[in-house]
């Protein structure tokens, strides 16, 4: 149910003046006041109560800057374990759509009890019954960045989420979509052990757990999916093909249409120097492991978000790796120096 709050009750007259900033842009033209005009209402709006900011803004270069990502790739390609380097490295949200929906049913929300309800006849879940579960997290980000995972499936469900997105002025930013060949996902299937609850997935050709069956973070045992052989495999990866393979093709065909920038008739002609919107890209990163595609992937979010920032522990890491290295090269060459 959508709120009645337009995201200006109980604010006074001279804010609410401020806020719109469709009359002030048209003052633009004649005035470089404008600027000044629109720093006051977006200090505004974060003045408002989170509950009743419910003002849907017009899209802006600083919300073409918010990681919303999808990711897709073949069963095994290793998008849990690219994404949880994301989420380690930067300040990046995932979200995974089989999370969302246990969360809701243990939580009894309304559209918890009405999945509960279709689960446990043993029937599927109608698109816009996942639509509600998924969208009931993202709407309350805002300019958070995130990763969604497990959905969209089909164009159907793609489009669904394109519409509610762009209708609240948060367009997806960022589709990846990872290239593992098949003949090497189905030779890695038998060397790979997952830990259930976190989701971590190991594989003992080229991401061996620290012990051997056990978790790295929880020391609790991993296991073996049931449908890790190659039989079952090789149907997953014919599914994987019929419905992944029009989304991409969908989410392309919105990359195109969305790189044509149209100017915002409200804008100052010196504004459209400023940096533009890139719009909605969609990228292939191929390789064999994880290991081969992560700089590739690395190197794609920093280039497509320059103001996205890592975490305080990682930038912490990095520095105590550089004074180490410091203090070791220079331990290592004192006693050659001296001896000369």
């Known amino acids: 149910m959508q709120s009645n709050f337009r995201g200006v009750a109980r604010v006074p007259t001279n804010a609410l003046a401020r806020s719109s900033p469709v009359f002030r842009a048209q003052n633009a033209c004649t005035s470089c006041k404008g600027q000044r005009s629109l720093a006051q209402s977006a200090s505004s709006r974060r003045a408002i109560p989170f509950s009743l900011n419910t003002y849907n803004r017009p899209q802006d270069d600083r919300d073409e800057r918010v990681v919303r990502m999808l990711m897709f790739g073949k069963p095994g390609a290793g998008k849990g374990t690219l994404t949880a380097r994301l989420a380690q490295k930067y300040d990046i949200l995932t979200l995974s759509t089989g999370d969302l929906l246990r969360q809701h049913i243990a939580e009894r929300t309304e559209v918890g009890r009405e999945a509960e309800a279709i689960v446990a006849r043993g029937g599927l879940l109608p698109d816009e019954t996942v639509l509600k579960i998924i969208t009931s997290k993202l709407d309350a980000l805002q300019n958070k960045h995130w990763i969604l995972d497990g959905f969209p499936r089909t164009v159907g469900q793609g489009e669904l989420l394109d519409a509610h997105l762009k209708k609240r002025n ?171």
């Not at 915002?264 to 459209?272: A, D, I, S, V």
């Not at 990228?283 to 975490?311: A, C, K, V, Y």
């Not at 522990?313 to 290592?332: D, F, H, M, P, W």
């Open 170 to 340: 948060t367009p997806l930013t960022l589709v990846v979509n990872l290239d593992v060949p098949d003949e090497v996902i189905l030779s890695r299937i038998s060397d790979r052990w997952v830990h259930l609850p976190s989701g971590r997935v190991y594989n003992m050709s080229y991401n061996r757990p620290r012990v051997e069956g056990f978790d790295d973070q929880t020391g609790e045992s991993l296991t073996k999916r049931p449908d890790d052989n190659p039989v079952i495999f090789a149907r997953r990866l014919e599914a994987f093909y019929a419905s992944t393979k029009p989304l991409l093709s969908f989410f392309a065909n919105l990359s195109t249409s969305s790189s044509s920038h149209r100017p915002n008739p409200y804008q100052h002609p010196h504004q459209l120097s400023f940096n533009r919107p890139s719009g909605l890209k969609v990228r292939t990163l191929t390789g064999n492991t994880s290991d081969e595609i992560w700089p590739h992937l690395d190197r794609l979010l920093q280039n497509t978000f320059p103001g996205l920032r890592e975490r305080l522990e990682t930038q912490e890491s990095k520095r105590r790796n550089l004074v180490s290295n410091a203090i070791a090269a220079e331990v290592g060459a004192s006693p050659s120096s001296s001896y000369d």
